[in-house]
């Protein structure tokens, strides 16, 4: 069966360091998106790409990149972790944008201290 | 001003209780989405619906074109319906309400 899973399912880093969120999904969907969820915020767009090369900064792209080389994999990189990115990163694909389903992976808990 | 918005925020119903979420928008949409935030944080979709009415079960989604208003109602609940209930908007890009957490009582 398709899939999306994320990795690592949990992490705590400190402040200052490279961090990179794996994201794959077996769907062989075009769009991926990587969200971030905040008590009082609901789910909030970082970046996405509607295929590989293609990337696009969201609603709080700042201090966060990613890159597509492939259709699988999204890849989030926190260049420089800040204790205002601890948050729980979703990642989620969908065939098209505007009206299609979009499945989301199981999440990653990400602490920054 | 959120573009999308969910009342109520939190619900606490009786099992067997009919319950109502609301979700208002104010962006153009291709379509609405209800998604559902189990306990331990995984996210499914549970409609898409562009017009009218959808079914699933004990689980009825609308839409009001016109009023940028959808509801999702369940019927006769039950304590595993405990979960966030999030309303989404698709257009150009995705738009997500804050949600709603339902709690369900034996």
């Known amino acids: 069966d398709a899939e999306i899973t994320q990795s690592p399912r949990h992490k705590i880093t400190e402040t200052g360091r490279q961090v990179t969120l794996a994201c794959h999904q077996t769907w062989n969907h075009n769009n991926m998106f990587w969200y971030r969820q905040d008590l009082g915020h609901g789910l909030r767009l970082i970046h996405y790409?509607?295929?590989?090369?293609?990337?696009n900064k969201g609603e709080v792209s700042d201090g966060y990149s990613v890159s597509r080389s492939n259709t699988e994999d999204l890849p989030l990189t926190l260049e420089s972790a800040a204790s205002s990115q601890t948050s729980v990163y979703f990642c989620?694909?969908?065939?098209?944008?505007?009206?299609?389903?979009?499945?989301f992976g199981p999440g990653t808990r990400l602490l920054v201290l | 001003k959120n573009e999308v918005e969910q009342s109520p925020q939190n619900l606490t119903a009786q099992e067997g209780e009919f319950i109502t979420i609301n979700c208002s928008y104010s962006v153009g949409i291709s379509a609405l989405h209800w998604l559902q935030q189990h306990p331990g944080g995984g996210i499914v979709s549970l409609f898409m619906l562009s017009s009218g009415k959808k079914k699933h079960g004990r689980l009825i989604a609308t839409i009001n074109i016109q009023e940028k208003h959808s509801s999702l109602h369940i019927t006769a609940s039950h304590p595993r319906d405990s979960a966030v209930y999030i309303c989404?908007?698709?257009?150009?890009?995705?738009?997500f309400g804050t949600g709603t957490s339902l709690t369900v009582i034996p």
């Open positions: 989404a908007v698709s257009g150009n890009q995705f738009y």
């Open positions: 989620a694909s969908s065939e098209t944008v505007g009206g299609e389903t979009q499945y």
């Open positions: 790409s509607y295929g590989v090369q293609d990337t």
